[in-house]
């Protein structure tokens, strides 16, 4: 028991000794002999190797001369170095696990055990927790390289630690996002937006940093920790969208919109496997003649009850989920194989378009997967045609331009869809090398009400034709929209007036007249 005995310790590194020489040089002997050391009137204790550091306790008296006795007392120092180099082994364990090494900030998995403490305890109705994500740090750390961004990232902690580091817990949760839980008066968005008025010191450079936070409070939460950071992650989503460096609270609304969002994407995948998915075809019409060129293939959906969920739904969520990889290909055989009855039945003229989203396009396996329906479905490729949107132009124009090479290469054909809506240039479309514009329906429905020599579809017509392109006009409802694009030279059409999307039995009756 040294409870009670006075004694000091030194580490060998660094060894610092402020103690008398007789002292100094026995704690020497002990740490350079790597053993106990026993005087009249002094005793040395060594222990070794505690995480990766010796240690030597001076105990200001002697202990008896005992062989025997300084036998059980190496053995209990060995005993105890291990407990001791156990204890600093995990103590640097816990430090790994639980802090970010960069800022010596608590990490994500500290911070979701203090919100779990928080959650329940008293504290948890008046508590709020803030994310914090630097406005373009991506940007920053490949423009001026990931040392300077780590440097920025440690003057952040810094700053955050200086204003909140005694009340409040602080936290880096992912590359540029920092945590900030505490009373709600103190994680005010005001406050922390304010901290990122003054210039940031990096690598002795001023830098300006701006940030959008995500707040959420707990006054009334019902769910757990991890629920409560992924709250929080969904405000500061919604804030990023509307508008960089602001703040967004969370609301019951949005967990809801996004917990209905997860239910459709589960519903939608069982829907799929349970074949509850098929496919419609619209006529597409030469307004001329007034005869069917053609369809576009549209996907429907319709559940256990019975009720239709609009695509205009369950699309963005089949493309933000990867679903739509596996279902658009489904679609894109099934128009395939119905075309080919069709050209069986001897339609041999007809064409089926088809929607291709982007996370389609950008799959690996696409090209595959298309000349595997081709094959298998054994249609001439011109026949069909690819619906892609100008907005896939925007993103990746690149990729974009040697994967419709290849498409065009096979003879495949490719139309621009909702034409008119996205940004793409002139002359980015001119690289693209398209085969058809379709106007969006925006621009057909706005017909009659503009001067039809202004009007955006007009134009567009003329923009096909002098870049000798085909044009179709979709949702075309009125005769006089039907008439007005006649004359602005569009031949084809697509819209209620004419039919609306139909069965593959629907649409053979169709045909048939
Ligand atoms: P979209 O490609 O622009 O398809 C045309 C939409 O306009 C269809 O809606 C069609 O039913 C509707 N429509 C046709 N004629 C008229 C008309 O005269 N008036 C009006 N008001 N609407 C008309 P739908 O079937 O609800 O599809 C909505 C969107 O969902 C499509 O827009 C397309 O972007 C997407 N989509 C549908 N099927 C697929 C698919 O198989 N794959 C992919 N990637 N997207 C699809
Ligand atoms: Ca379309
Ligand atoms: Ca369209």
């Known amino acids: 028991d040294l409870g009670s005995v006075k004694y000091q310790a030194w580490l060998e590194r660094p060894l610092v000794l402020v103690a008398d020489e007789s002292t100094q040089t026995i704690v020497q002997t002990c740490l350079f002999e790597r053993r106990n050391f026993y005087d009249e009137n002094a005793t040395a204790l060594y222990f070794s190797n505690i995480g990766g550091a010796s240690l030597a306790m001076y105990l200001d008296f002697g202990l008896r001369h005992d062989a025997i006795d300084h036998h059980l007392l190496d053995m209990l120092c060995s005993n105890v170095s291990v407990c001791l180099d156990n204890v600093v082994l995990t103590s640097r364990m816990h430090n790994l696990a639980f802090f970010d090494p960069l800022t010596g900030l608590a990490n994500r998995l500290q911070l979701l055990q203090t919100l779990h403490d928080t959650l329940h305890s008293p504290k948890k109705d008046d508590s709020a927790l803030a994310l914090i994500d630097i406005d373009h740090f991506a940007e920053t750390n490949d423009a001026l390289g990931h040392q300077f961004g780590d440097f920025l990232l440690c003057s952040v902690g810094k ?72 709250d929080a992650n969904i405000a500061l989503k919604r804030a990023k969208l509307h508008n960089r460096s602001a703040y967004c609270y969370f609301t019951r609304d949005m967990g809801v919109e996004i917990r209905e969002r997860v239910r459709m ?50 699309i963005p969520i089949a493309e933000y989920s990867g679903l739509i990889v596996n279902i658009g290909e489904w679609v894109l055989r099934s128009a395939c194989f119905e075309l080919m009855q069709l050209r069986e039945a001897g339609y041999l003229e007809f064409q089926i378009a088809v929607n291709v989203s982007q996370a389609q396009f950008s799959h690996p396996q696409f090209m595959h997967s298309l000349e595997r329906a081709l094959k298998d479905s054994r249609i001439p490729p011109h026949c069909l045609e690819l619906e892609i949107t100008e907005s896939m132009a925007m993103t990746d124009p690149e990729m974009l331009i040697s994967m419709l090479q290849k498409i065009k290469g096979m003879g495949v054909r490719i139309s621009i869809d909702d034409f008119g809506t996205g940004f793409s240039s002139l002359s980015q479309l001119q690289k693209l090398n398209v085969d058809k514009l379709k106007i969006d329906r925006a621009f057909v429905s706005e017909i009659s009400s503009v001067d039809s020599e202004a009007s955006i579809a007009r134009m567009i017509v003329q923009l096909s034709q002098s870049l000798n392109l085909a044009v179709i006009a979709e949702g075309v409802e009125t005769k006089e929209q039907a008439e007005a694009l006649l004359t602005f030279g569009c031949q084809f059409a697509q819209g209620f007036l004419y039919a609306k999307p139909k069965t593959k039995t629907e649409l053979r009756a169709w045909l048939k007249g």
């Open 159 to 230: 700053r955050l630690r200086s204003h909140f580091g005694d009340n409040c817990q602080i936290a880096r949760i992912g590359n540029d996002i920092f945590a900030i839980l505490g009373h709600e008066d103190l994680v005010s968005p005001n406050l922390i937006l304010s901290l990122f008025q003054q210039a940031f010191i990096a690598d002795h450079q001023n830098v300006q940093l701006s940030a959008t936070l995500g707040l959420i409070k707990f006054s009334d939460y019902e769910h757990s920790s991890s629920e409560a950071l992924k």
């Open 265 to 314: 994407m589960h519903a939608l995948r069982a829907a799929f496997e349970g074949e509850r998915l098929f496919v419609v075809y619209q006529p597409q019409i030469d307004m001329r003649s007034g005869k069917t060129v053609g369809a576009e293939a549209l996907l429907r959906w319709r559940t256990e009850e019975g009720n239709f969920v609009p695509p205009d739904q369950f």
